[in-house]
């Protein structure tokens, strides 16, 4: 998270599950991009959309953003394309191995070793993650 210029957010309880949903997922964005090894450039995201799709099973919200990310290369980067489908390819298949991360207390694992908190999880990064 220091390498990146990340720090966890700190949301206010929630109201609701919906709530409860949003601000999770904004509170630990950046943490899924540490343990997953994804960069925060736009093919990071693209990675970390895909592998949020498969462990949120589908949500609409993600799906939305893989395909907002799509229609802008289709629009503007066109020669990109390759390079993001495999990002959305790379993404699913680290989440469809992996254990669920949403709903995991990140706070006390600060003080362990990522390689221990992404074994624990089964991820396992490649270089060009």
């Not at 990522?114 to 270089?127: A, C, G, P, Q, Y």
């Amino acid at each position: 998270m220091l390498q990146n210029n990340l720090k966890p957010l700190q949301i206010k309880p929630s109201a609701n599950d919906y709530e409860f949903l949003g601000a999770h997922l904004s509170e630990t964005h950046d943490v899924w991009h540490v343990v997953t090894g994804f960069n925060t450039d736009i093919t990071g995201e693209i990675k970390l959309e895909s592998f949020y799709v498969f462990q949120l099973q589908a949500s609409r919200l993600f799906l939305a953003l893989v395909a907002k990310n799509l229609l802008k290369a289709v629009l503007y980067d066109v020669e990109r394309s390759t390079e993001f489908m495999d990002a959305i390819v790379q993404g699913w298949m680290m989440a469809k191995q992996a254990k669920p991360l949403f709903g995991i207390e990140w706070k006390p694992l600060w003080e362990k070793p990522l390689k221990d908190i992404r074994d624990s999880l089964n991820i396992s990064v490649t270089i060009d993650a």
